[in-house]
């Protein structure tokens, strides 16, 4: 069964600090990789999307990274602001078997960046 | 382009009541699928619906139960309400399985508190 894990649950910065967000999944066999950003009570924000034979994708100051052999990929925010505090959420896309149309999520990352 | 709608956005329940909430996927989207996430609990996957058939669903009891209309909307309805059914309730969309290079669409959510 797929599981994902995000490191680290929860964490504080200061404004204009470069970070890193991680997640890993136990089962390689993926069709996609997809980082979302939650508000507080709000729905999902699809914020990148990797394909399985893409190493990385890019929008503006986020940077995804994906590898898949070993079950790995790396969300990189730089220049943070106070406006990216939110849960960052991981999500893997099955490409077989019964499981196949459901995404597996990790639990989350709860980002706060104070000016 | 409209996104996923979901409707009502919050309901308040009595215990042992039925509910039904409403998902419109984006124009062009086949399959809908159904989320739950409870506090503390993480995103749970519910159903799965494409062309108007129940293609997966999860680990949840009977008396959640769904369908999609031609029009690939959706309804989710859950029957004899416990309090434990308290929680966020994400509709997602997609285009048709095959096409890799897409990923899934949140709407905003329903916020269904059984008291």
């Known amino acids: 069964k797929q599981e994902v894990t995000q490191i680290p649950a929860a964490l504080s910065v200061p404004e204009g600090e470069n970070l890193v967000l991680n997640c890993s999944f136990t089962d390689s066999a993926i069709y996609n990789l997809q980082w979302f950003r939650q508000d507080p009570g709000k729905g999902l924000t699809s914020l990148l999307l990797?394909?399985?034979?893409?190493r990385e994708q890019t929008s503006g100051r986020l940077n995804a990274s994906l590898d898949k052999s070993s079950g790995r990929s790396t969300l990189y925010i730089a220049a943070s602001q106070p406006g990216d505090s939110a849960t960052y959420l991981c999500?893997?896309?099955?490409?077989?078997?019964?499981?196949?149309?459901?995404?597996?999520f990790g639990r989350g990352t709860q980002l706060t960046v104070w000016p | 382009e409209a996104g996923v709608t979901q409707s009502p956005t919050h309901l308040i329940k009595t215990r042992g009541q039925q509910v039904t909430l409403r998902c419109s996927p984006i124009s062009g989207h086949t399959s809908v699928y159904w989320y739950q996430q409870a506090l503390g609990l993480g995103l749970q996957f519910l159903l799965w619906y494409d062309e108007g058939e129940e293609r997966n669903r999860g680990n949840f009891p009977p008396r959640f139960s769904g369908r999609q209309f031609p029009n690939y909307s959706s309804e989710l309805n859950v029957n004899a309400l416990e309090l434990e059914d308290s929680a966020l309730y994400l509709c997602a969309s997609s285009v048709d399985l095959l096409v890799r290079n897409y990923g899934y669409t949140f709407g905003s959510g329903t916020r269904l508190t059984v008291v």
């Open positions: 999500a893997v896309r099955p490409d077989r078997g019964s499981t196949l149309g459901r995404l597996y």
């Open positions: 990797i394909q399985s034979s893409q």
